[in-house]
T-cell receptor
Framework: DGGITQSPKYLFRKEGQNVTLSCEQN?????MYWYRQDPGQGLRLIYY???????QKGDIAEGYSVSREKKESFPLTVTSAQKNPTAFYLC?????????????FGNGTRLTVT | GEDVEQSLFLSVREGDSSVINCTYT??????LYWYKQEPGAGLQLLTY???NMDMKQDQRLTVLLNKKDKHLSLRIADTQTGDSAIYFC???????????WGAGTKLIIKP
């Protein structure tokens, strides 16, 4: 079955450490996205990529980095520069850029930084 | 700027209809989406409506769009315990690629 896999489901890190969240899709989608979800708020876009080897900043890119070396993979690194990294992170993909193409989501990674 | 607003909670009795409301500010929206999120999971697409439509029905789900008032609603008929989740509305716009998300409405089912 096609889908998006995020791993791990739960991640714990000490302050000051970088951490990388994995996102893999086998839907053959061109576009991939990273969102951050905090309680009582809508989803906020961190980064997105419309094609391999290209990506753009979303609304809250500071303190995060991404790469898109393969169509299937879009890992997100939360760096020590991110001031409030504890959150639920969602990866998504779509056939083409979002807007007229529904998003397919992974099951998320809950990151806790202490 | 663009904004999408939803009530944070809705409580209904099992078997009743649930109506989740959403208002948006940008009149140039093209598609409006409803997503469902169960606890600890990602979002799943429930349904979407193109901005030139007034209504869309899909089994127990009915979406109504009032473009004049910039109001979108999702009606769930015969609400079941499995419908307990957070429901997000989102709009896409002509002007750019991004979706604008509401904060989500948590649907609570009373027995």
């Amino acid at each position: 079955d096609g889908g998006i896999t995020q791993s791990p489901k739960y991640l714990f890190r000490k302050e000051g450490q970088n951490v990388t969240l994995s996102c893999e899709q086998n839907l053959n989608h061109d576009a991939m996205y990273w969102y951050r979800q905090d309680p009582g708020q809508g989803l906020r876009l961190i980064y997105y990529s419309q094609i391999v080897n290209d990506f753009q900043k979303g609304d809250i890119a500071e303190g995060y980095s991404v790469s898109r070396e393969k169509k299937e993979s879009f890992p997100l690194t939360v760096t020590s520069a991110q001031k409030n990294p504890t959150a639920f992170y969602l990866c998504a993909s779509s056939v083409r850029e979002q807007g007229d193409s529904p998003l397919h989501f992974g099951n998320g990674t809950r990151l806790t930084v202490t | 700027g663009e904004d999408v607003e939803q009530s944070l909670f809705l409580s209904v009795r099992e078997g009743d209809s649930s109506v989740i409301n959403c208002t948006y500010t940008d009149s140039s929206s093209t598609y409006l989406y409803w997503y469902k999120q169960e606890p600890g999971a990602g979002l799943q697409l429930l349904t979407y409506i193109f901005s030139n439509m007034d209504m869309k029905q899909d089994q127990r789900l009915t979406v109504l769009l009032n473009k004049k008032d910039k109001h979108l609603s999702l009606r769930i008929a015969d609400t079941q315990t499995g419908d307990s989740a957070i429901y997000f509305c989102a709009e896409s716009m002509d002007s750019n690629y991004q979706l604008i998300w509401g904060a989500g409405t948590k649907l609570i089912i009373k027995p």
